[in-house]
């Protein structure tokens, strides 16, 4: 008999832990044994991909809806599908999902941690941190398992979650949900960029966990050595018009493009010579794997979960906020490669294939397992 499972999410925009529950849920889709449904707070491009994968897609309008009224529709949602295990994502969701649970006659509660909190200030800090200890709470009472997306997570849970309760399953990607339709040559003149220059670029949410201020400090640096060299951030967020002003302020505008967010990111993440993370906190990052699938050079910072893969994927670790480490990377990146050519490039997607399986084999598990239990698991 199938095991009912519906994850939540918001859904509202497409950045790391919406693109991991699309390619967790496409895999899960080819299990037998389960019976998968979404519940997502916004009509946007996760809901398109997961109908793609044939995962039944509920919108509950958080535009349109106050937080009871969330609840509710959460709760309708969940009845109608009769659903066993909630498999929530971000602390919102948890949230309410928990609510929504109980009204609802779920059974097991299961929450994805993607990465710690993102760092801010003032009245949003204190917010965040509210937040935070509400959805530590309802992880230590009304949630079965938590899943850790690295080892840093793990252990940074584990240290105050009940044992037994933070399950290890780091994030995969499908390859074949991956492909490029346009030449490198093409993307690079719809954005101005020369056919032959030294292209270094990043790809994500323009918030400061992401380092994106280092990259363009490297820039000045990398120039000295490349006057060719060009820099392209792909993505947008609150900090775009603040990293704009910072590259002013370095006399390295004439050489920063700023595409903001593109649907075919894959396409332009492989119009890169090097990609480059210059992060100060990360779960184990989707952007990551997919440059890497994409054979593209990486430059790292070492922080949470990027260790455990990135070694393996072949690419260069600097420490976070390090600018001088980050240029020499990147130059020895740019002047050296790895392993290129087609054999090293299906070794690295041979070994995110496996990440992949492993993710959703492992995640199947949980669920089994949970099912298969009498009454509560959370102990």
């Keep these: 008999m199938s095991v009912r499972v519906a994850h939540l999410i918001g859904g509202d925009q497409w950045a790391g832990a919406e693109v991991q529950v699309a390619n967790l849920l496409a895999g899960l889709a080819e299990v037998r044994d389960l019976d998968l449904s979404a519940i997502l707070f916004a009509e946007e491009r996760l809901a398109q991909e997961l109908r793609r994968s044939g995962i039944s897609v509920s919108v509950v309008s958080e535009r349109d809806l106050g937080p009871l009224g969330l609840v509710r529709g959460i709760a309708h949602a969940l009845r109608r599908h009769g659903v066993e295990v909630l498999h929530t994502h971000g602390y919102k969701e948890s949230i309410l999902g928990a609510l929504a649970g109980r009204r609802a006659g779920v059974r097991w509660y299961v929450k994805t941690e993607h990465g710690r909190i993102e760092p801010s200030g003032g009245w949003g800090r204190i917010k965040m941190v509210l937040y935070r200890r509400l959805d530590h709470w309802v992880a230590r009472c009304a949630t079965d398992r938590v899943i850790a997306v690295s080892l840093d997570l793990y252990r940074h849970l584990g240290a105050s979650l009940p044992m037994g309760r933070v399950a290890l399953i780091r994030n995969g990607l ?73 590259a002013r302020d370095l006399g390295i505008a004439h050489a920063v493009h700023f595409s903001g967010f593109r649907s075919d990111v894959f396409n332009v993440v492989n119009a890169l010579d090097v990609f480059v993370m210059p992060s100060t906190h990360e779960g ?58 087609h054999a090293a490039a299906a070794k690295r997607a041979s070994q995110i294939a496996e990440l992949a399986h492993t993710m959703c084999a492992k995640t199947y598990t949980l669920y089994d397992d949970l099912a298969r239990r009498n009454g509560s698991a959370r102990r």
């Design 174 to 246: 499908d390859p074949r949900r991956i492909a490029v339709t346009v030449s490198p040559a093409e993307i690079r003149r719809g954005l101005g960029i020369s056919e032959h220059a030294p292209l270094f670029g990043s790809a994500g949410r323009l918030v400061p966990v992401k380092g994106l201020g280092y990259l363009l400090e490297a820039g000045r640096g990398l120039l000295k050595e490349l006057p060719e060299a060009q820099f392209l951030i792909i993505g947008n967020g609150p900090l775009r018009s603040d990293l704009e002003r910072r």
């Design 284 to 341: 184990l990052p989707m952007a990551l794997l997919e440059a890497s699938a994409l054979g593209k050079p990486i430059v790292a910072s070492a922080v949470g979960g990027i260790p455990e893969v990135l070694n393996d994927l072949q690419g260069w670790l600097v420490p976070p906020g390090d600018v001088p480490a980050l240029t020499r990377a990147c130059l020895t990146a740019i002047t050296t490669g790895r392993e290129g050519g």
